[in-house]
């Protein structure tokens, strides 16, 4: 069975940290990218972090440059997003996807985690 796990979210003041976790089950998670996704009330969801497979390339949006990274263990299956400097305006649900860059049928979406930055 496939699954896309997400963890972490939780609600914080400005300024905190959190750390996202994704893990995968039931596919081949080394072979994949992941991507992190938000996406807050009445707001279409937006690209926040995205890694190839081996972690060695990693694109982030430019709202959380410097304040977010993402980086992956494949032997646990699992990406991780951390965010630091945390803002209001980070609140959102964060969603985790997997897809084969070139299979593109293999495409799994998490059923996201909710994070609330706020004081």
């Known amino acids: 069975q496939v699954q896309l796990v997400e963890s972490g979210g939780d609600l914080v003041q400005p300024g905190g940290s959190l750390r996202l976790s994704c893990v995968a089950s039931g596919f081949g998670f080394s072979n994949v990218v992941v991507t992190w996704y938000c996406q807050a009330p009445g707001k279409e969801r937006e690209l926040v972090a995205a890694?190839?497979?081996?972690?060695?390339?990693?694109n982030l949006a430019d709202s959380v440059k410097g304040r977010f990274t993402i980086s992956r263990d494949n032997t646990k299956n699992t990406v991780y997003l951390q965010m630091n400097n945390l803002k209001p305006e980070d609140t959102a649900v964060y969603f985790c996807?997997?897809?084969?860059?070139?299979?593109?049928?293999?495409?799994?979406w998490g059923q996201g985690t909710q994070v609330t930055v706020s004081s």
């Open positions: 890694i190839n497979s081996a972690g060695t390339n990693i």
């Open positions: 996807n997997a897809r084969h860059p070139i299979f593109t049928n293999l495409n799994f």
